[in-house]
């Protein structure tokens, strides 16, 4: 939300880290605009859906990609990542990392980083007017993924977006191709910023959620996971399903620790030694893991 695909300053970094780490690696980073503006754009204002499709389409098209492809989303581009990897079959994926992804939906629309972003507050503005009313549910990207606790079942009659990707119907009618794709994945690695104040609530992470009296909800205790209905139990109980911790506010990923994930994730899983090691806390576990 409120980057594009390839500024040299933020994706741009990125995409740096992945080809040092991986010699000779080919990258793809995702743009939804012909424009750095129009891209930026898409990222507040659109169709998920129509966008997913275009995504789906273009990707099956890159042949560099047709023998298997790891993917890295970042915040609300790990979500539309998922959404992908279940509705396109042409793609072949093996490991999803995601950081900051709100997979099970937020309950308060995203402030803004600064006043004078027009069109992140426009969003907001627009949201303000009823994030299930027609237009708006329709048209701006954050209301697609926004679940209200208090109100589910207007959620599960207006939202466009989350509740098919996310098994999440009333009469617990589960897509199978869903289920499937996600289930084939090598891994599924959902990382949580410990001080993230922009997702809410931050347990969405982590497929987890908050009821209606705004008790936390974790993945494990949600229909999601106990009749499976994505696919997430089966690569949780065979070890391919990770959950992970790194400190600081969202999207505050250092260097060291984004170098450190690809190395781990997508490479020989060794960090040079020159650089300083990358400290991760796993879930349920006191110490740190480095690698």
């Not at 494990?220 to 070890?239: F, H, I, P, S, V």
Request: hydrophobic residues 35%; aromatic residues 8%.
């Amino acid at each position: 939300m409120g980057d594009t695909c390839c500024d040299n300053s933020t994706m741009g970094t990125v995409v740096s880290a992945i080809q040092d780490e991986l010699a000779g690696v080919y990258v793809h980073s995702v743009r939804l605009g012909p424009t750095p503006s129009a891209d930026r754009n898409a990222g507040f204002l659109g169709n998920l859906n129509s966008q997913i499709d275009g995504v789906c389409e273009e990707l099956s098209g890159v042949e560099e990609l047709s023998n298997g492809v790891n993917m890295m989303g970042f915040s609300q581009g790990g979500l539309f990542l998922r959404a992908l990897i279940q509705r396109c079959p042409a793609l072949r994926v093996k490991t999803l990392v995601t950081l900051g992804s709100p997979h099970g939906g937020i309950s308060k629309i995203p402030e803004c980083a600064s006043e004078s972003d027009f069109m992140c507050n426009w969003m907001r503005r627009l949201a303000s007017r009823g994030v299930y009313s027609w237009y708006i549910r329709d048209h701006v990207i954050q209301a697609q993924y926004f679940k209200d606790p208090e109100r589910l079942d207007l959620y599960l009659e207006h939202n466009i977006f989350l509740p098919d990707i996310n098994s999440d119907h009333r009469d617990g009618k589960v897509n199978e191709d869903y289920r499937a794709r996600i289930a084939a994945l090598d891994r599924m690695v959902l990382v949580k910023f410990g001080e993230d104040t922009l997702i809410s609530p931050v347990s969405s992470t982590w497929f987890g959620f908050v009821d209606a009296d705004g008790n936390d909800v974790p993945l494990k205790n949600t229909t999601l996971y106990t009749e499976d209905r994505l696919g997430l139990r089966a690569l949780d109980e065979q070890g391919r399903l990770e959950f992970v911790t790194i400190p600081g506010k969202h999207m505050n990923v250092d260097d060291a620790t984004l170098r450190a994930m690809v190395a781990r994730y997508f490479g020989s899983g060794r960090v040079s030694d020159t650089r300083r090691k990358a400290a991760m806390r796993m879930q349920g576990e006191e110490e740190h893991m480095y690698f």
